[in-house]
C-alpha cells in the first residue's frame, strides 16, 4: 500500500504535491452569470477536468482527485441529476482512450450501487483497462460522502475481522474491540493513495462540503472564487504556489522544522 498515515508517521513532503483533491465547485453560478441553463456550466465542466486531468500529469502530480457527485446531490431536481449522469457517461466514452494512452489510471469510488447498470459496466471496464497505468491515477469521487467512506470502511473492517475470527468482530461484545486507525485505514476508498497534500475548493464556498472527511486531516486547504468552469492550468499553479508557501509542521513547532532543514 503506497498510502502512510500523516497521524502515525510525519510524511514525506515535496514541493510539487503528489496528491491534489478538488471539489469542483461554480458549474451552475458559471450559467447563470452568462444567463445560460445550469447544465451549460456542467458540460464546460467536463472540459476544464479534461485541462486539469493534463495539466497534473504534466506536472509531475502523481494522484488527482476530483469531487463529481456528492451523497447529498441526489437532493437536486431529478432533471439536473439525470443529466449529470449522462454526462458522466458521455466523458467516459470519450476520455478513457485517451487517458489509457496517457499512462493515465482511472479510479471511480463512491457508493455505486445506486448507478445503472449500464455506468456500473463502464465505470468497472474503464478501471480494468487502466489499471497498470502509472503516470497518475485520477480518481472520480462519484456518489461519494465523507462518512458514507468511514462508515463503509468499519463494516468492511468489521467484516474482515470476524472472518479472520478476531476480537471486535461483528459477534463479539463491543468492549472487547480495540480498534487503531491503522485497522481501518486499509478499508477506506482511496487506501491505494496518500493522503491528499493540497485540496483545492473552485466556486468561493469555503466548506468541506462531506468530502474525505478521514484524509484531510493534515492536508493544506485553498479556496477561490474562481467557478470550476474556468479553473485552469493557471489557476492551478497559482494554489501549488500557494502550497509552497505553507509551513507543513504536523504537530510540530517551526524551530524542530528548521533544525531540520539545517541538519540535512
Ligand atoms: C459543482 O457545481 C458540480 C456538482 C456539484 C455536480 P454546482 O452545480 O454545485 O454549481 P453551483 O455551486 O450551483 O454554482
Ligand atoms: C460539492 O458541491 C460537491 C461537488 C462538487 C460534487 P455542492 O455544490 O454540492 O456543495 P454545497 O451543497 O454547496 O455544500
Ligand atoms: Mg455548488
Avoid at 85 to 95: D, G, I, N, Q, S
Avoid at 125 to 139: F, G, I, Y
Wanted: glycine share 6%; with cysteine.
Amino acid at each position: 500500500m503506497s498510502a502512510t498515515s500523516s497521524t502515525q508517521v510525519v510524511p514525506q513532503t515535496s514541493p510539487v504535491p503528489r496528491h491534489v483533491a478538488i471539489i469542483m465547485d461554480g458549474n451552475g453560478r458559471w450559467a447563470t452569470q452568462r444567463y445560460l441553463p445550469r447544465v451549460a456550466g456542467h458540460v464546460k465542466g467536463v472540459d476544464a477536468v479534461r485541462i486539469i486531468v493534463e495539466a497534473c500529469a504534466e506536472r509531475g502530480i502523481e494522484f488527482l482527485t476530483l469531487f463529481a457527485f456528492s451523497s447529498e446531490n441526489w437532493r437536486r431536481p431529478a432533471e439536473e441529476v439525470s443529466l449529470l449522469m449522462r454526462l458522466f457517461m458521455t466523458a467516459l466514452e470519450r476520455e478513457v482512450a485517451k487517458m489509457h494512452l496517457n499512462d493515465i489510471r482511472l479510479k471511480v469510488v463512491g457508493d455505486l450501487s445506486r448507478f445503472d447498470a449500464k455506468l456500473r459496466a463502464m465505470i468497472a471496464d474503464a478501471e480494468r483497462r487502466t489499471a497498470n497505468n502509472k503516470r497518475l491515477t485520477v480518481t472520480i469521487c462519484a456518489n461519494y460522502g465523507g462518512r458514507w467512506d468511514i462508515t463503509q470502511a468499519v463494516n468492511k473492517m468489521i467484516a474482515a475481522r470476524t472472518a479472520a475470527g478476531i476480537a471486535g468482530a461483528a459477534d463479539t461484545d463491543a468492549d472487547a474491540a480495540d480498534f487503531q486507525e491503522a485497522d481501518l485505514e486499509p478499508h477506506l476508498a482511496m487506501a491505494y493513495a496518500p493522503e491528499p497534500d493540497l485540496f483545492v475548493r473552485t466556486g468561493g464556498e469555503e466548506r468541506i462540503s462531506n468530502f474525505l472527511l478521514w484524509q484531510l486531516a493534515y492536508t493544506e486547504l485553498y479556496f477561490t472564487e474562481t467557478y470550476w468552469p474556468d479553473f485552469d492550468d493557471a489557476a492551478l499553479g497559482a494554489a501549488i504556489d500557494s502550497f509552497q508557501q505553507r509551513e507543513r509542521r504536523f504537530g510540530r513547532t517551526s524551530e524542530q522544522l528548521v533544525a531540520k532543514k539545517k541538519a540535512s
